[in-house]
């Protein structure tokens, strides 16, 4: 059975930092790009970002680009996002996903989702 | 602003067929398939229609999807309760190259 565990999430200044994991389990994660998407309270998803099965491609949304890093070490099966230069509008519950195809790319869909875990920037 | 515009909710009657509406442009539904995604309240969102209008297992035959042109469709026949939800369309942004969400639609069943 497929399992995707965030961690890490908490309460941060503005201009703070936060890493958060994602523990995957029931595949085999190498074989498989993975994405973040996150959602502010009472509204809508937003891809965050994405990687490819080996880490060696990434993607950023345009409103995270520059302050926020994904990375993933396949030997440890989890998935991690470094926030940085954090910004009230970055609050937000964090969700990483798996892709079906080992890249992320057109065609591709996230088909598995883990519950998330809550971002909050506040001083 | 989302790149692709739903509405913001919907709803209908128990036993009743609802659509709800994806509009983009050629930049992403015109060139690339729809996903489609149902989040139940206080819960993770789950795959509900891929690749415009593929069920994955598991998924009933009451939800289907379609795309013409720059817009694409989520049907839901035969309403249950249990549809109460936020659905999600999905797709890849070639200009932005990168995934990108509707703003959401609110389904209520009455």
């Known amino acids: 059975e497929v399992q995707l565990l965030e961690s890490g999430g908490g309460l941060v200044q503005p201009g703070g930092s936060l890493r958060l994991s994602c523990a995957a389990s029931?595949?085999?994660?190498?074989?498989?790009?993975m994405s973040w998407v996150r959602q502010a309270p009472g509204k809508g998803l937003e891809w965050v970002s994405g990687i490819s099965g080996s880490g060696g491609s990434t993607y950023y949304a345009d409103s995270v680009k520059g302050r926020f890093t994904i990375s993933r070490d396949n030997s440890k099966k989890t998935l991690y996002l470094q926030l940085n230069s954090l910004r009230a509008e970055d609050t937000a519950v964090y969700y990483c996903?798996?892709?079906?195809?080992?890249?992320?790319?057109?065609?591709?869909?996230?088909?598995?989702w883990g519950q998330g875990t809550l971002v909050t920037v506040s001083s | 602003q989302s790149v692709l515009t739903q509405p913001p909710s919907a709803s209908g009657t128990p036993g009743q067929r609802v659509t709800i509406s994806c509009s983009g442009s050629s930049s992403n539904i015109g060139s690339n398939t729809v996903n489609w995604y149902q989040q139940l309240p206080g819960t993770a969102p789950k795959l509900l229609i891929y690749?415009?209008?593929q069920r994955p297992s598991g998924v009933p035959d009451r939800f289907s999807g379609s795309k013409s042109g720059t817009s694409a469709s989520l049907a839901i026949s035969g309403l249950q309760s249990e549809d109460e939800a936020d659905y999600y369309c999905?797709?890849?942004?070639?200009?932005?190259?990168?995934?990108?969400f509707g703003g959401g639609t609110k389904l209520t069943v009455l």
């Open positions: 996903a798996k892709e079906t195809l080992v890249m992320v790319v057109a065609g591709t869909k996230l088909d598995y």
């Open positions: 029931g595949f085999t994660l190498s074989n498989y790009a």
């Open positions: 690749s415009d209008n």
């Open positions: 999905a797709t890849w942004d070639d200009s932005l190259n990168g995934r990108v």
